[in-house]
């Protein structure tokens, strides 16, 4: 089969590697219809990662069930299907409290597993023409037959509900007042969900002008940090106060106005200072336990100089963890087919999958619009 396969920082290529099989009676076989690339994808693709030359791309997947193992009891071959970025098995410790982001069964050694992502366990990704699926029944999302909702679906395997997870971990209530650090495709997620959830104002802080003519459109305020403190700029709308509750859809790879380098903790302490005393901050950004490209040596540790006496001083709160998809991917499905959530907004290009390593190269640069790109694979 046809599959994304990284070759060596910011270059991959597609190309014929085995076809997947069946190997576990609990297994599916499925025939890749979507499969989005992500921005943890470019920490792959920047080289920022041990990810070894070789590894197939793709943890956002959806697409046909061609066959299903013979312990699949629930799931069965034509079933159109969304994967969550989380592999897991439905039936460990975590599992069952809820957490199948960190599930202790898929990844000896490791807290949680993944498609086609570096020390996220044995598992192929999805940008490819087939996919297996571990643990069919726990791990496949069944969808409406057809082809509606395409590019809303596959916002189900990671970036729609880890925006959404963004607001939970804050608790974001109705009327309350929520900034959204990052306007990339997660952060425009979280915007779009705090507002679903009765936000009464949501501010979006970036400074790419696409991401913020986006954040606009579905209704949320932006905030250019390169026109000014963000901070200053939210206090200065809310009567000096900040806002209730602060999402930190960033993570490690942050810069401040006007630079070009990173520093990573810039996002936590612009949120300990836009929240007000009390309130509470979501962190679905991703923050990593070693980082070669970053700045400084304690970076480079994932140690970082975050304001904790300020933010013990407020009182305020904290959430973060990656998202576990499957405690919010069927509410979120059903608001799709009712209608009251369309998340596709954000998709800036859909591509046969052919077309990924010029997307790979475009979505890096933030280029051509390319804010979220859908990969077609036989498109």
Known sequence: MKAVV?????????????????????????????????????????????????????????????????????????????????????????????????????????????YGYVAMGPYTGGQAEY??????????????????????????????PTGYHG????????GETVVVYGAGPVGLMAAYSALLRGASRVFSVDRVKERLDKAQQIGAIP????QGDPVQQIKDQTD??????????VGYQAVTQGAKKEEPATVLNALINTVRATGMLGVPGLYVPTDPGAPDASAKQGLLSVAI???????????????????????????IISGRAK???????????????????????RIEGYTKVVLHPGA
Do not use: W
């Open 6 to 114: 990284y070759k060596e920082p910011f270059k991959v290529a597609v190309e014929t590697v085995p076809d997947p099989a069946i190997q576990h009676p609990n297994d599916a076989l499925v025939r890749v219809t979507s499969s989005a690339i992500c921005g943890s994808d470019l920490h792959m693709y920047e080289g920022r990662t041990a990810a070894k030359p070789g590894i197939v791309f793709g943890h956002e997947n959806m697409g046909i069930v061609e066959d299903v193992g013979a312990g699949v009891t629930t799931i069965k071959k034509g079933d159109r299907v969304v994967l969550p970025f989380n592999v897991a098995c439905g039936f460990c410790k975590n599992c069952v409290a809820g957490y199948p982001g960190f599930c202790l069964t898929v990844n000896p050694g490791f807290a949680g597993g993944a």
């Open 223 to 226: 905030i250019n940090f390169d």
């Open 131 to 160: 996919l297996r699926v571990p643990y069919a029944d726990y791990n496949c999302l069944v969808l409406p037959q057809g082809k509606e909702h395409e590019t809303d679906f596959i916002l189900l395997a990671d970036i729609f």
């Open 343 to 365: 998340p596709s907004f954000v998709v800036s290009h859909e591509l046969p999958l052919e077309q990924a390593p010029q997307a790979y190269e475009k979505f890096d640069k």
């Open 309 to 335: 006496g300020r933010f013990f001083e407020k009182a305020l709160r904290m959430g973060t963890g990656q998202c576990n998809v499957k405690r919010y991917n069927r509410q979120l499905r059903d608001l």
């Open 167 to 174: 607001c939970e971990l804050a608790q974001v209530s109705p």
């Open 240 to 249: 000096g106060e900040g806002v209730d509750k602060g999402i930190d859809a």
